[in-house]
Structures are given as structure tokens and as C-alpha cells.
């Protein structure tokens, strides 16, 4: 029973439980989310081709060898009694540098690859955004579930205390069967409510356990008095051209349209000649007027190669560089218009979501007074149990709408910070600023 009770525990503390603010989870997932270990272990892929486009331009150095047998008859055509054999070995051995001189496609080679570079370090940038707001949007719709079950539970507490008092008051002969049986009907969907909530909860709290590799405990929620402000600045136009500017998928569509313009001009320079400086040395061994002859040899000069005509080959992949340019450029003006649209929708995600807040927030005011309200009224006889249930549901479903609003717009505040490009640990640490720890939940 012991070791039974030993390997169930095993798993709970080989993955401890730990409380967390969004700060904690975002830096346990920067070191355990696996789709961000790959698009680190990418950007050193994509810095790699700096020096291969660099190498194009350096000198190359190549060793060459050969072993050859050979085994050989002779027979005059006039003298048959002069027929001779011979078996020897031929072997030798070079040593050629090539340095380039003009190699024009090596040069634009070298271009892209920097182009390259610059384009693998901004999509890093961009998965780290991409891991700051899937963090967020994990650990938000984990605290709703939270909220929404603690929401549920207190309703269902709620309710089975005006369940009892409603069949007491049956008992007395103040009130009547169907007061009973609502209060009973609103017990029974809360108890299935209460089982969805319990599920979501858990789904939620697995979604954070992928990026994090660890099982999430307590969460801290927002603090109740937690400022949220409008968007600096406060002009959408403003956005909008930042988001045509800065956004990271416009920064790399930018850099492939580069890229893609530079190929045009690599593929033409297949057209121009090129020049090299080529140094042979060796050594070589040979059979020759009947004797083994042993050479060495050192040599150096200038290559020149002008191409004339290669079947087409050129000027197909000009034209093909050509239509890839023009896809590329394509593809830049559909980033802009997606930025330019991400960034007025999570504006104004910002800006209704703190009118949403504020009206919440009133809206729980009045619901608990017209909850009270609707229990004294019941008290004295002039309300019935259904309006005492309709408070209470109304009260729950408002706090409940509170916090999705107030989650919703701490969202749209990062999504339209990464929108125009410029979300980092900065505005994670801002909004975990507005997180209260000790109601960790």
C-alpha cells in the first residue's frame, strides 16, 4: 500500500505545483516552451549565412591526388620481334588557390545573406512576441476559468441556501410548491455548470503546462483597484502608421522583397564574366621514354571565364527571379494592410474594453443592490423566490463579465503593442505590476 501510495504521489512531486504571476510563467515558458527553443535554435541556423555568403569572396585551397596503374603493350607495326610490355605506377599530387577577383554574383551573394541574417533575427524577435501573448492568453483564460468556477460555486451556494428557505417557508405555509421547485430547477443546472467550469479549468491550466513543462498552481489575479489605461498615444491614426512601419511581419516581408530584388541581379551577373587568380603546385610522377620521371611544378596566373551560351539556362532563372520579386513585393503591400488592420482592431479593442470595464463595474454595483433589494422584498412578501434567483444569477454573471472585460483589454493592450512591433519584457512586467499576488488563485 505504501509503495502504491508512492508512485501516485511520484508524478505530483517530480512536477511540483507552483504559484505564479504572469512575470514567473512567461520566464519558465521562455526556457521550457519548445516552439520557442525552436525558433532559437533557428535564428543560430539563419546567422550561419553571414560567413557562407562571406566565403564566396575568400580564397578556396584544395589538395588533389591520384594513384593510377598501369600496365601497357607496345608492338611495332614493321618490327613484330620489337613487341614489349610494361606494368608502372603514375601518381602525383596538387595544391590549387583560387582567389576570386570579379565574381559579381559573389558580391549580391553576400548582400542577401546579410539580408538574411537580418531576417532570421527579426522573426526571433517575432516569436518572442508570439510566446509573450500566447503566455498571456494562457494564463488570462486560466484565471477566467478560475473565476468563472469560483463564480459558479458561490451562485450554487447561493441558490441551495434559497432552495432551503424556500422549502421551509412551504412548510410554514408562506409560500408555495413552485417556489420550491424553481429554486430546486436553478440547483440542478448550477450543479452541471459547475461540472463544465470544473473541466474548462483543468483544460486551461494543461494549456499553460505546455508552455511551461510544469503544473500550474495558483494564479494571481489583477488587484481590484488595478489601473487601466487608454493607449499612448491615444490616436489611432497614430497606430496605424507604426503598424505599416514597424510591424515584425512587414520588417520581414521587407527584407525577403530585398532579398528577392537582389536575385534579379545575381541571376543577370550570369552573364558576366569572371576573374580569378589560380596558384597550382604539385608534384607528379610519370613514365615517359621508357624511364620513371618524377616533376614538380609551381604555376600561378589569371582565369578568365566569359560565358556565351548555357541552353537558356540564365536567362530563365532571370525572368524566374523577376516573378519571385514581384510576388515578393506583393506579399509586403498584404503585410502592411494586415498591420495596418491588426493594429486599429486591438486599438479599439482597448479603448471599448476599458468602456466595457467601467460599465461592468457600475453594473455590479446595481446588481448587488437589486440582489439585496429582491431579498428584503422577498422577505416582506411583495418579491417571489424567482426574482431572488434572478438577482443572485445576475450578480455572478456580472462578475463574471467584469473580469473576461478586464482580461480581454489587458490583452488587446500587448496584441497592439506587438501589432506596431514593439511589445518586450517591458510591458510584461507592466502588466504583471497590476497583478496582486496574495489573492493568488
Known amino acids: 500500500m505504501k509503495k502504491l501510495a508512492w508512485l501516485l504521489a511520484y508524478p505530483l512531486l517530480a512536477t511540483p ?17 519548445p516552439v520557442f527553443a525552436a525558433a532559437r535554435s533557428t535564428l543560430d541556423a539563419g546567422r550561419e549565412k553571414a560567413p557562407q555568403g562571406l566565403s564566396g569572396l575568400l580564397p578556396s585551397l584544395t589538395l588533389s591526388g591520384n594513384t593510377v596503374w598501369n600496365d601497357a603493350e607496345t608492338e611495332p607495326r614493321n618490327n613484330p620481334a620489337a613487341r614489349s610490355s610494361n606494368s608502372y605506377n603514375t601518381n602525383g599530387y596538387q595544391l590549387t588557390l583560387s582567389q576570386p577577383l570579379f565574381r559579381w554574383q559573389n558580391w549580391i551573394a553576400y548582400d542577401q545573406a546579410k539580408l538574411q541574417v537580418a531576417q532570421a533575427e527579426a522573426s526571433f524577435v517575432q516569436a518572442r512576441q508570439d510566446l509573450i501573448l500566447r503566455v498571456a492568453q494562457a494564463y488570462f483564460d486560466a484565471l477566467y476559468a478560475s473565476e468563472n468556477l469560483t463564480a ?30 424553481e429554486a ?13 467550469a470544473e473541466s474548462e479549468l483543468e483544460i486551461r491550466q494543461q494549456a499553460l503546462r505546455t508552455l511551461t513543462g510544469k503544473e500550474p498552481g495558483p494564479l494571481a489575479p489583477p488587484r481590484k483597484d488595478a489601473p487601466l489605461n487608454a493607449p499612448e498615444p491615444n490616436r489611432l491614426a497614430d497606430w496605424i502608421a507604426a503598424a505599416e512601419k514597424d510591424a515584425l511581419p512587414v520588417q ?10 537582389r536575385e534579379v541581379d545575381r541571376q543577370r551577373a550570369g552573364h558576366y ?13 610519370a613514365f615517359a621514354s621508357g624511364t620513371m620521371v618524377d616533376s614538380d611544378y609551381n604555376n600561378v596566373g589569371l582565369q578568365l571565364n566569359i560565358p556565351l551560351f548555357q541552353g537558356g539556362l540564365t536567362t530563365s532563372r532571370q525572368r524566374e527571379a523577376a516573378a519571385n520579386r514581384s510576388a515578393a513585393q506583393s506579399g509586403l503591400e498584404a503585410a502592411r494592410r494586415n498591420a495596418a488592420l491588426a493594429a486599429r482592431q486591438y486599438y479599439l479593442g482597448v479603448t471599448s474594453g476599458l468602456s466595457q470595464v467601467n460599465a461592468l ?23 417571489i423566490n424567482i426574482d431572488v434567483l434572478n438577482a443572485e444569477n445576475q450578480v455572478y454573471v456580472t462578475r463574471r463579465d467584469l473580469a473576461k472585460a478586464t482580461f480581454d483589454t ?32
Do not use: C, W
Open 17 to 33: 505545483l507552483f504559484a505564479a504571476d504572469l512575470m514567473q510563467v512567461y520566464r519558465e515558458a521562455q526556457d521550457n516552451d
Open 152 to 181: 459558479v460555486r458561490a451562485n450554487k451556494e447561493a441558490i441551495a441556501q434559497q432552495l432551503e428557505l424556500a422549502k421551509k417557508s412551504f412548510e410554514v405555509g408562506t409560500a408555495t410548491i413552485t417556489d420550491t421547485h
Open 184 to 196: 430546486q430547477a436553478r440547483f440542478d443546472l448550477v450543479i452541471a455548470q459547475e461540472l463544465a
Open 252 to 261: 520581414i516581408q521587407q527584407t525577403l522583397a530585398e532579398i528577392a530584388a
Open 273 to 285: 564574366p569572371t576573374v580569378d587568380i589560380v596558384a597550382n603546385g604539385g608534384k607528379a610522377k
Open 361 to 383: 463595474k457600475a453594473a455590479l454595483v446595481s446588481s448587488q443592490s437589486a440582489l439585496a433589494s429582491n431579498k428584503l422584498g422577498y422577505e416582506v412578501g411583495v418579491r
Open 410 to 441: 489587458l490583452l488587446a493592450q500587448l496584441r497592439l503593442k506587438a501589432a506596431v512591433g514593439a511589445l518586450g519584457d517591458d510591458d510584461v512586467a507592466r502588466i504583471n505590476a497590476l497583478l496582486d499576488p496574495e489573492n493568488a488563485r
